[in-house]
T-cell receptor, first 109, second 113 residues
């Protein structure tokens, strides 16, 4: 069945360092969404990418969708302690939205 | 607008029992999806309901079932509970179009002893 793989599973950084999480799908996606789940909280929608090669920015966060629409990345510049949490990508193929297992980011000050 | 409401927040059940979880979506949202979240397994898709019909189903045994009512509220039922069913169950609502983002509730934490 369709799978969405996300790496790394865990990442620890010092405050101010950059962070990147990668997402790969076994099939071509119609769109990809990113969510953030703070510790003890629920996933919250961050952004959606639809077009091949699309790049979107939200302040220090940069999201990319690959040319083949099978991979995506989220890059955070100069991490802050408020960035702590688990970041999930979710790929849409047909009517099913399949989540990756997430990357848990911890930040030490 | 009120967010997605899930009840109860916490449940403790014993093996073999059954449980029903409830989800009230955001007003106007016609799609409700259910996910199981466990450490290390991420968010595993259970099923999605749209306009009272199951539109998608994940790879869970038949002990897991759901339904959606005409007001879009949804319930999920798990019968013959097993220890491995202990998890956070998240409900998410959306407008129901393919590109619609999901709005998650706070979840129901189920513990099976």
């Amino acid at each position: 069945g369709q799978q969405v793989m996300q790496i790394p599973q865990y990442q620890h950084v010092q405050e101010g360092e950059d962070f990147t999480t990668y997402c790969n799908s076994s099939t071509t996606l119609s769109n990809i969404q990113w969510y953030k789940q703070r510790p003890g909280g629920h996933p919250v929608f961050l952004i959606q990418l639809v077009k091949s090669g699309e790049v979107k920015k939200q302040k220090r966060l940069t999201f990319q969708f690959g040319e083949a629409k099978k991979n995506s990345s989220l890059h955070i510049t100069a991490t802050q302690t408020t960035d702590v949490g688990t970041y999930f990508c979710a790929g849409q193929a047909g009517t099913a939205l399949i989540f990756g297992k997430g990357t848990t980011l911890s930040v030490s000050s | 607008k009120a967010g997605v409401t899930q009840t109860p927040r916490y449940l403790i059940k014993t093996r073999g029992q059954q449980v029903t979880l409830s989800c009230s979506p955001i007003s106007g949202h016609r799609s409700v999806s259910w996910y199981q979240q466990t450490p290390g397994q991420g968010l595993q898709f259970l099923f999605e309901y749209f306009s009272e019909t199951q539109r998608n189903k994940g790879n869970f045994p038949g002990r897991f079932s759901g339904r959606q009512f005409s007001n879009s509220r949804s319930e999920m039922n798990v019968s013959t509970l097993e220890l491995g069913d202990s998890a956070l169950y998240l409900c998410a609502s959306s407008l129901g179009e393919n590109s619609s983002p999901l709005h998650f509730g706070n979840g129901t934490r189920l513990t099976v002893t």
